[in-house]
């Protein structure tokens, strides 16, 4: 860990803005209850008793208003749905590094298998044969799992829970490179960090609610990737921007853009972030040209009716909803201010590699792959938006 200071932010060239929905209010007062509910705010065996947030913590990060700015529409129950789906995958987030440190290699990377091996339980098919949860991490999803499935087909559940699990087994690869002292390489971390933001598993959401209308083969399209791709890593780097100190300086983190520019480079702070800036502006002007240029093209090539094209072209709206949202919320939640900082909770080690073995089922876990690969592979925090009906979900 290395002082570092704020990191001057660089200008964000949206050309739309940002809207938010009347329900933020209600949103904001379920889903911080139901975070007390679950259990992320209690003590916890695996940091010596400490509580790893409290619900003042969570009251400033206000993860509804990020869901409010994404999708602006959303019903009451999808907004505050959707808010419980961020707090679930923000404090997962934190409670793998603050849990599984490298400071015993071995003991940490096996039990944080056994707890992404248990998380994958919690994501049955049918909505049932769920073990007892363990812990808040298990409680919360053994929650949010059946009421935001319940309402999909099996084929959308099972879309949506490879969604979910690509982005806990990233965490995997974040540990990986901690044990090794391993800062990735740029496209590396590119890759990997749509998965470790959750925008793998927002963009699923989307496309299956937009299945109906949309034919599958139009969002493998390399205008659809490209708009995706472009999108997801503009809000990514938004992330990384407004969290470089605290990651950097508080948290000892490897996965920040900045740092692998510094690292992969070897120029100091201002010039990566330099570099970092120039690198959203291109991915902003590349979202902005296919939408205007190539989407068009698409639409007369695939001959697409217009059901198809209302439907892209809502999902486009989308996308800059996802955009102006995150960056909303980045500047007003309390999660990254400099005066709210503060170094997290120091390593268990073996005990919570005890801990987490004490927590898994007597049984042998099922296997897991042992770390995420490494290069591309394909926006946690991360979150269900909406759904309606059997078929339709909509998500962010």
Known sequence: MRTTGPLPLPEFDLDFDVSLSPHLPTARRESIDWAGR?????????LGGQQLWTRADNVGFDFALCSAGLDPDATETALTLSAEWLTWGTWGDDYFPAVFRPTETVAAMEAAKACNARLAQFLP???????????????ALADLWPRTAGPMSTSARRMFKAAVESMTESWLWELANHIQRRVPDPVDYLEMRRRTFGSDMTITLSKIARGGAVPDEIFRTSTMRGIENAAQDYGCLINDVFSYQKEIQYEGELHNLVLVVESFFDCDRDTAAGVVSDLMRARMRQFQRLVSEELPVLFEHHRLDSAARAGITDYIGELQDWIAGILLWHRETSRYRPENLR??????????????????????????????PRGPTGFGTSAARRFAGSDSVRST
């Open 38 to 46: 679950v259990g992320f705010y209690d003590a916890l065996p695996e």
């Open 125 to 139: 098919l049918d909505l049932e044969d769920m073990p007892e949860p363990l812990n808040p991490l298990e409680r």
């Open 343 to 372: 170094h997290p909770h120091a390593a268990a080690g073996p005990a919570a590699a005890a801990a987490a073995t004490a927590a898994a089922p007597a049984t042998t876990p099922p296997p897991v792959r042992p770390a995420v």
